[in-house]
Each structure stands twice: as C-alpha cells, then as structure tokens.
C-alpha cells in the first residue's frame, strides 16, 4: 500500500442514505427506479400562516431503531439521520466498527443549518413560553459538527474529524475532501457526506420570504417548475485507498476519479456559467477523463429559473457537442432538494446508476423549459450502458463542487 | 403621485445602489438594477408597509412586477381586496 501520495486511487466501499423516498439504499434506489417522488403536505409541525405546505419529509425513520448509542438518540434528527446513514455505509463496506485502525481514518460529515429544529424549539421555550432554562443539551444539538463528533464516537475514528459548510455543496465538498487526503496519503478510510434536517416552521418562513420554493412540485428543467422543494436526510459514503480495500476483500462499489470546486465569486442568488463549467472541467482533468466519456450527469438541477438554464448553459459549455448525447437529470424530483445533504444522496445516486446502467429519471417533467434543452431522461428512467458519471452541486453564493465516478475496474 | 405610489418608491430607493435615479410609474424595475433578491426584500418591505400579502414567486415571470407603475396597482388591487374581505367580515 503506498503510503505517499503517489498512485493512490479511490474506493466507494459503502453507502448509506435517509431521504424521503427511503430512509436506507435499498428503498431509496428502488423508489428512484420506480420514479416514486416523495414530496408531500408537511406533517411534522403546526403550518399555522405558510403558504408553501409541501415538503420531502423522511417519514420511516425510526432513532431508537436506527441509531445505536443514547447520545444520538437524544440528538437532533441532522445528527440521526447523520449516524444511521453512517452506520448503513460502515456496514456495506464490511469494515468492523470500532475501526481496527482509527488514527489512519477521516470523518467528514457537514451540514447546511445544523441542528435548526432544535434551536427554534429552544427560543420558542425562552421567547414564547418564557422557560427559565432551554433544554441542557440543546447547544450540543445545534452545534453543526455534531453529526461528525458522533459518527467518529459511533466507529473509533480518530484521525481528521470535522465537517463541512456550503450550504447545497456541503456533502460534494466534504467528499471531495475526503478523496484528498485519502489520494494525498493522509488517510486510508473516510466517511463522508452530510446531513440535514431543516424543514421546520422557522425555516420554512425563512424560505418562503425569499419566493424560490414552489407551491405544488418540484419539476426540475421543465416547462411547469416553478421553484425547489426542500427535503432533508443524509448522504454519506465510505471512501478507502484501493489497495487497502482490495486487501480486505472488500467489494468495490466505484471508484471516485475526480473533484472539482470552484467558486463563482459573482453573487448570492445568481448563478454564473464560469464556476460551475471550471468545477466540472477541473473534476474531468483530475479523473483524466475526456468530457465524452461522462455518460450521465446527476444535476443539481433546483427546478429555479435561476438553475436550471445556468446549469444547462455550463454542462454545454464543458460537455459541447457530446451535451446531445449525455443522458442528464435531476433526482431532485424525487427526494426534493436535501441542501446540503443533496450532494451525498445523489453521490449515491451516480454509484448506483452505474453499477446497474439505469439512467434515473427526472418525474414530473411536463415539456422542456425555455433553454433547457438537453436529454433531461424526463418521467421514465432507463437503461444505458454507463461508463462514468458526474454529480453536480451548485450552493447559494456560487460554490461548485463537482464529484466524477467510474466503475470499480478499469 | 399618491400616497401608495409614494411609498412604494421609497421602498424601491431604499433598495437601490444609485438612490438618486429618476423614478416614475413607468420606469421598468430592470431599469432600477433590481434583481430576484432584492425584489423579494422589496416586497417584504411592502408587505410590511401595507400590512398585506403579495403572492410573488422568484421563479416566475411577474408582469406585476415589470414598472413601478405595475407594481403600484397590484399593491391597491391587494388592498381593495383586503378592504372589501374586511367590511364582507
């Protein structure tokens, strides 16, 4: 095993989600297959006065089922939904937890918001009710690197742990961090990804007075779509130097060949062409692979006006004439937009499709937006013979980062 | 100008790099320098003033929000609504 960081290659070894379409892989891809979308009317909280009631919740979670230590259990849902993802994904790889060689491994498991739904409990306990004291755990519930701090307790991780923040990139970058040192020699493990759990009264106002979410669906590059969804979950993958996992017998799910992030430097809201198409060209330099050999692109495809043309406008600029032949789209019409666990779930996703060659479909696609006109794989997934595949994810502030995968040979 | 159109224009200054510009009920909000977001704060600042609710989605195309003058009838038509729900009630 090379110890430098010389010819180090990258294995997916695990997987694990929570996403409203399935809260472990095996749901979650057969409701994918099954183009089975997930968004619904929120049920969790009181909506009193919103005006945008539906949401990608997780339903069938279970914490006490789920997750294995009390700590987590009495957690916020970001940090379950974080560890039981983890534990799905340590359990795949068929790494035996507590990891025999914790100081040589990583976590690194961001979130958007952190614990949200805890701190609006809190301050409705303090601001509403006037309570002498917020729950004693509620600072630890909160606090955004919780998640991580659990699953490096959960499996004796006990080298690099942290996590990331950029928002609706967060899980793409703390992957792609991950690769990193596992290339640079640093580490040989890493569990990687991230976790959110934002959909809550608060939250949902705040998204709501900025007018990008829509009122009935989320139809991403479609004639109809009128703004996201939000979703919640976790995404997280097991990543591992090649030769360690070949001599482990592990099975090889992919390899990640290569990551790209860059940032806009432009705008809060509105995306430019520029970061997104450099994210994705530094990505294919990097798996030294030629646009042409990207069979599908899993967008980050928002189903914004602001999105959806811009992403369609770089994945153009890099891919040109073979645009015509990549099959595209946006599972985000499924599992809704999971911010910044998004990354993570369809980082799955792009395993996935390649392991079984099915092009996943974007539902609820009516007729192709103004601009939009690449092969979005609208209503109906399919087959293809897939080579290597690209995740796209694009944050508010235009942070790009762009994850590329091949299958475990070649 | 009355006093729903001058309201309206100071909330578009407030919301503006170069506040001295000229503004007139035809003036296009384009013409303004006002992008998504800001129009979002823009009309949460109206719906504060008025003490109304504007249904406005950054995604779609809004021909209430083309000129300042558009912007000002949708702001009374809310208003006649509301006034009328209120003396039905």
Request: aromatic share 6%.
């Given at each position: 095993m090379a110890l430098n960081g010389k010819g180090r290659r990258v294995a997916v070894t695990g997987m694990g989600v929570v996403t409203c379409?399935?809260?472990?892989v095996e749901k979650f891809w057969a409701a994918i297959k099954s183009g089975t979308h997930g968004i619904?009317?929120?049920?969790?909280f009181p909506l009193h006065?919103?005006?945008?009631?539906?949401g990608g919740e997780v339903r069938d979670f279970d914490p006490n089922e789920r997750c294995k230590s009390k700590a987590v259990i009495l957690s916020d849902r970001f940090s379950q939904y974080a560890s039981a993802a983890a534990y799905e994904a340590v359990q795949q790889s068929g790494l035996?937890?507590?990891?025999?060689?914790?100081?040589r491994a990583a976590a690194i498991v961001g979130s958007g918001a952190g614990g949200l739904s805890t701190l609006e409990k809190a301050y409705e306990d303090i601001f509403?009710?006037?309570?002498?004291?917020?729950?004693?755990?509620t600072l630890l519930r909160i606090i955004g690197s919780t998640a991580v701090a659990h699953i490096s307790i959960d499996h004796g991780i006990k080298g690099p742990v942290f996590g990331t923040v950029s928002a609706c990139s967060t899980a793409a970058h703390a992957i792609g961090l991950a690769f990193q040192m596992i290339k640079g020699g640093s580490v040989d493990v890493a569990v990687a990804g991230a976790s959110e759990a934002a959909i809550n009264y608060g939250s949902m106002r705040a998204w709501q007075a900025m007018r990008?979410?829509?009122?009935d669906g989320c139809y991403p590059f479609?004639?109809?779509?009128?703004g996201t969804v939000l979703g919640e979950g976790a995404g997280i993958l097991v990543l591992e130097e090649m030769e360690h996992a070949k001599a482990r017998g592990a099975t090889i799910l992919a390899e990640l060949l290569g990551f790209g992030m860059t940032s806009d430097a432009s705008d809060m809201v509105n995306p430019d062409i520029d970061g997104p198409a450099r994210a994705m060209q530094i990505a294919l330099a990097e798996a030294n692979?030629?646009?042409?050999?990207?069979?599908?692109v899993n967008a980050h495809?928002?189903?914004t006006s602001a999105n959806d043309i811009n992403e369609t406008r770089a994945i153009k600029k890099v891919f040109g004439a073979h645009a015509n032949r990549l099959s595209v789209s946006s599972t985000k019409s499924m599992h809704?937009?999971?911010?910044?666990a998004a990354g993570g779930v369809e980082a799955a996703v792009c395993v996935q499709a390649m392991r079984e060659g099915f092009i996943p479909a974007t539902i609820g696609f009516d007729a192709p937006g103004n601009?939009?006109?690449?092969?979005?794989?609208?209503?109906e997934g399919r087959h293809r013979d897939i080579g290597y595949t690209m995740s796209n994810s694009f944050a508010f502030g235009g942070l790009n980062a762009v994850l590329v995968f091949g299958p475990p040979s070649n | 100008m009355d006093d729903v159109a001058e309201k309206i224009i100071a909330i578009l200054r407030k919301n503006?790099?170069?506040?001295e510009k000229e503004i007139t009920l035809n003036t296009k909000l384009t013409d303004l320098e006002i992008e998504s977001l800001d129009l979002a704060v823009i009309v949460f600042d109206i719906e504060d003033t008025f003490g109304i609710q504007i249904p406005y989605n950054a995604n779609e195309e809004m021909v209430d929000f083309a000129t300042v003058g558009s912007v000002v009838e949708r702001v009374k038509a809310v208003l006649a609504e509301q006034n009328a729900s209120n003396a039905a009630a």
């Open positions: 379409i399935g809260a472990n619904g009317a929120i049920e969790s006065d919103l005006y945008i009631k539906i035996e937890t507590p990891f025999k060689n914790g100081e509403v009710h006037k309570k002498k004291a917020t729950h004693p755990l990008v979410l829509s009122p479609s004639k109809r779509r009128n692979l030629a646009p042409g050999d990207i069979d599908y495809g928002t189903a809704g937009h999971c911010l910044g601009e939009c006109d690449l092969d979005y794989t609208p209503n | 503006m790099r170069n506040q």
